[in-house]
């Protein structure tokens, strides 16, 4: 099954992809956040396939760190978003902001 | 039998991916990243790799896009999405850049990957179950001896991030002061 | 096998002795947290700056005394403290103990909670610290999460200012963004190696086949090597703020409170430098390696300097410049990582490992030197209140000769090339900008002095606003705003300010005599328990 694998990479490298277009034509932190997880996903999949192909029982356990520091971000950046929310009113992110450049 | 379900899964999983990029509607997009998270978790299976598939589900589908969906009900977000991306110009070289990326990288590993062998995790999977070992004992054998570092390192990881949304996400009142849970219990 | 035999048959192995520096700082940590929930009084919450700095400077001298085996691997093959790793993290925990004593300020004016505060700020010390030690890319890069989620944290710990919260934002976002590029590079090096210590990742690249699982070996295959590099190294762009990948910086500069930007411009970049020349060290071995990275290297170092450079010229506010000089002083440190690339291409043997040890010096040398510069411009920045526009810095010298004779040597130092009496500023240039001639690097070294030529422009355009322009009604008005914005409080200004007379002192210290800093490293490799 080593079409799996292959096409598991291109798979990886096209999330990887998507999430970055997200991030960058986003304008709703929380849309901009979750194309960000979308690329995080996209790594874990390049992990487990790699530890697929190589017969690696390692890669289960990086996957699950980084699963780890994804929930711990995600807990963090919520909270800076509802912060934010509460200061502005609004999560956009736009051209108008006080910081700019 | 088992290819053709792989590249159904592939199809989905894009299709997913395409609704959380080009979804105006907040919520839809979440929706559609839990789909890919679980299309994920399919494709983990197909890898046999169990442990990690359900963790997927558990940890990402489970927790953290309840946690998505729960900001987004919380702060009641009816944004949307208002100038069509392809009439801001650096989005679209953005956009051109983010494409060249994934061209490249895909003829890269496609190239360089093809003529690979048979996957190895079968044959190992076979050896734990010849040896009568589960799987399971052997990854968290590896956690707490090989990787105890990484794992010890987890918990202060989590200890932050706690620290960290409790002060960014407690309530104030006008004047900045924080409002403690005994007060408002009181 | 049962459970209980796998687990006996491995135990870990990590000696209590050697994790000490790591279990001083957490303990420190959660004493802070335990002495934040147990004070109900503001008195005894004053006392909370003193239980982190005393933990911070206890950590220095745990790693003075020399717990951790030098340049051996340690509790499971994940650490390994060499000079440059260990002299780093001392100057991490210096450039926080420079945010603890800046804190009470800023945490009695502004309403923030304390606990929290200067717990972030010793486990952002944590994180560095353990970035700069490791040998092992997880653990690498749960460190660095550590580290950049406290940073987030406090960049917008003060919430009743919206710029502070919408700088913690931008931070967070594009820091989220690069740690999902170091997470496809992990995972492409070790896809290709098999392994996540970098060790092991050196010694497979020096045999050229890795492995396999079930017998035999295989051919290393270039391209995850190279993909994984390339995603590793736009990642830690990303936390270095180098161009073109410093957008944040800018902006995270401005929003946030200057004992955060101190940690920011210093404390993270330290610890990033200290992984990747680590992680260099480990790759390089390989010549296929070198030829392509040395490429990208060169390019963001090349483009970083000019950025930064230009960009600061037309800057107005104080810390903005400061950012987009941070930008072009770490561009210019990324020239002597790419010259550590290039090297194995050029030398063999002890020659090689003598000349990796120079240029990993020099790289020390200049990291501690841009600490100490530029924790004295924003200190005194702090301190007067000159965090804003420049127009307030007009005729300083007349009100207040002391901070203005300070903030002009901060000045001078960070131009580094000229005229100017030898500061660590110049002695770090001079050593880099040598070594990038010494392995034929001259043309990029040559646009490192045109750059330094152009950044005295901004940097001496300071030092003249405040010496020779005439005092302003305009500019006496800004700073005591500022001033009554950031407010005071005398015992945290009294230690500022002799932190900012000592690192004046270093300054100078370290510009005649650069080698007294590879004193304390001798020290460090002697150790004093050993």
């Known amino acids: ?101 | 039998m088992e290819l053709i379900i792989y590249y159904t899964l592939f199809a989905i999983t894009v299709g997913f991916a395409l609704g959380v990029l080009l979804n105006k509607n907040t919520v839809k997009s979440a929706m559609s990243l839990v789909g890919v998270m679980i299309c994920l978790a399919a494709n983990f299976l197909l890898m046999r790799q169990e442990f990690v598939a359900f963790i997927q589900i558990i940890v990402y589908a489970g927790a953290i896009m309840v946690l998505f969906l729960f900001v987004i009900m919380l702060l009641n977000l009816r944004e949307r999405e208002t100038t069509p991306w392809y009439l801001r110009s650096t989005r679209f070289w953005g956009g051109a850049l983010g494409l060249t990326f994934f061209f490249v990288m895909a003829w890269g590993l496609q190239v360089f990957s093809a003529g690979t062998t048979e996957p190895a995790m079968a044959a190992v999977q076979a050896d734990l179950a010849a040896r009568n070992t589960p799987e399971i004992t052997v990854l968290s054998t590896k956690m707490i001896t090989h990787y105890i570092v990484p794992f010890l390192l987890t918990s202060v990881l989590l200890l932050v991030a706690v620290i960290g949304a409790i002060v960014m996400a407690r309530r104030q009142d006008e004047d900045g002061n924080e409002i403690l849970v005994e007060d408002e219990v009181a | 096998m049962t459970t209980l035999a796998l687990i006996q048959a491995y135990v870990p192995n990590i000696h209590p002795a050697h994790i000490m520096p790591f279990l001083v700082m957490l303990v420190g940590a959660i004493l802070c947290l335990i002495f934040d929930a147990m004070s109900d009084k503001q008195g005894s919450r004053d006392l909370l700056p003193w239980v982190a700095g005393s933990t911070l400077v206890a950590t220095i001298m745990s790693l003075l005394i020399g717990f951790m085996p030098y340049n051996r691997l340690f509790a499971e093959e994940t650490f390994r403290a060499d000079t440059f790793s260990v002299l780093g993290s001392i100057t991490i925990m210096l450039a926080c103990l420079l945010a603890v004593i800046m804190g009470p300020a800023l945490v009695s004016r502004r309403n923030i909670p304390s606990g929290e505060f200067y717990t972030l700020i010793v486990f952002v010390a944590f994180g560095g610290m353990t970035m700069a030690l490791s040998n092992e890319l997880l653990t690498a890069f749960i460190a660095l999460e550590i580290m950049s989620l406290s940073l987030y944290v406090l960049t917008g710990i003060d919430r009743r200012s919206s710029r502070a919260s919408e700088a913690a934002f931008k931070y967070f976002i594009l820091g989220a963004f690069a740690s999902a590029f170091l997470v496809l590079g992990i995972g492409f090096i070790f896809g290709a190696t098999h392994t996540t210590h970098l060790h092991e990742i050196a010694a497979v690249l020096g045999e050229g086949s890795v492995d396999l699982v079930n017998g035999g070996a295989a051919a290393l295959n270039p391209i995850w090597i190279f993909v994984g590099f390339a995603l590793l190294f736009v990642g830690m762009c990303f936390k270095l703020s180098l161009a073109p990948f410093h957008m944040w910086a800018p902006d995270v500069y401005e929003g946030a409170n200057t004992p955060t930007v101190v940690m920011i411009a210093t404390s993270s970049k330290i610890a990033a430098f200290a992984l990747m020349v680590h992680i260099v060290a480990a790759l390089a071995r390989w010549d296929l390696f070198a030829e392509g990275a040395t490429y990208l290297v060169g390019f963001v170092a090349l483009v970083s300097m000019i950025w930064g450079n230009l960009g600061a010229l037309v800057q107005s506010n104080f810390k903005r410049m400061m950012a987009y000089s941070s930008v072009a002083q770490t561009g210019y440190m990324a020239l002597a990582l790419m010259v550590l690339i290039a090297l194995p291409g050029q030398l063999e043997g002890a020659k090689l490992a003598a000349a990796e040890e120079a240029i990993k010096n020099a790289i020390v040398l200049y990291l501690v030197g841009y600490t100490v510069m530029s924790a004295l411009a924003l200190g005194i920045a702090w301190l007067i209140g000159g965090e804003g526009h420049m127009a307030g810095y007009r005729g300083l010298v007349f009100r207040n000769p002391i901070a203005a004779t300070g903030m002009a040597v901060a000045m001078f130092s960070l131009v580094g090339i000229g005229f100017t009496p030898p500061t660590i500023g110049f002695m770090g240039k001079f050593y880099l900008f040598k070594e990038a001639v010494q392995y034929n690097f001259t043309a990029l070294a040559a646009i490192a002095v045109v750059t330094s030529v152009i950044s005295a422009f901004y940097y001496l355009n300071l030092v003249v606003t405040m010496f020779m322009r005439e005092e302003t009604e305009e500019a006496g008005v800004r700073l005591a705003c500022m001033r009554e914005q950031t407010f005071r409080l005398a015992s945290s200004d009294a230690l500022t300010r002799v932190a900012m007379a000592s690192c004046t002192a270093l300054i100078f210290l370290l510009g005649f005599f650069p080698n007294s800093l590879f004193l304390i490293a001798d020290a460090i490799k002697e150790g004093f328990l050993r």
């Open chain 1, 1 to 101: 099954m080593q079409e799996i694998f292959v096409s598991n990479l291109v798979l990886s490298a096209l999330l990887f992809t998507i999430g970055i277009l997200g991030v960058m034509w986003k304008r709703n932190a929380i849309s901009l956040f979750m194309s960000v997880e979308l690329m995080l996903n996209a790594a874990n999949l390049a992990f487990v396939s790699f530890a697929y192909q190589m017969g690696l029982l390692s890669g289960g356990i990086l996957v699950l760190f980084i699963m780890t520091v994804a929930a711990a971000e995600a807990g963090v950046g919520l909270a800076i978003f509802i912060s934010m929310f509460r200061a502005k009113r609004h999560i956009r992110v736009d051209e108008h902001d006080m910081l700019h450049g």
